[in-house]
């Protein structure tokens, strides 16, 4: 798997390599409280802003995976990581309010 670290504010990934992301909190439209640890998110529902680019779906095929409080592990492929810069990931399922994170893709250190 690709590297993922978390430096001064941003979350970085290396550049056309697979990787698992966070995402979340997922918490209800209704109250904007209660953890939604039941969804489905599908590879559709996943969208990626190359550095703001028009959005376009993820190309990684699997849906997102819930992991525990309503954080969901998104996987990634070497595809959506093709481009170094930002990265802006955003979802937004029926019953959740919208999550969204930056990431920066940068070459791996030789």
């Known amino acids: 798997m690709g590297f993922q670290m978390y430096t001064g504010g941003r979350y970085v990934l290396g550049s056309n390599v697979s990787a698992t992301v966070k995402m979340g909190p ?18 559709a529902d996943v969208r990626l802003s190359k550095n703001d680019g028009a959005y376009a779906q993820k190309a990684e095929s699997s849906s997102a995976t819930h992991d525990e409080n309503g954080w969901y592990d998104v996987n990634l492929s070497g595809t959506d990581t093709n481009t170094t810069g930002n990265v802006l990931i955003a979802i937004h399922v029926t019953g959740a309010l919208p999550v969204f994170r930056m990431f920066e893709v940068s070459q791996p250190a030789p």
């Open 26 to 43: 997922f918490l209800s439209s209704a109250n904007g409280n209660t953890v939604m640890d039941s969804l489905t998110i599908a590879q």
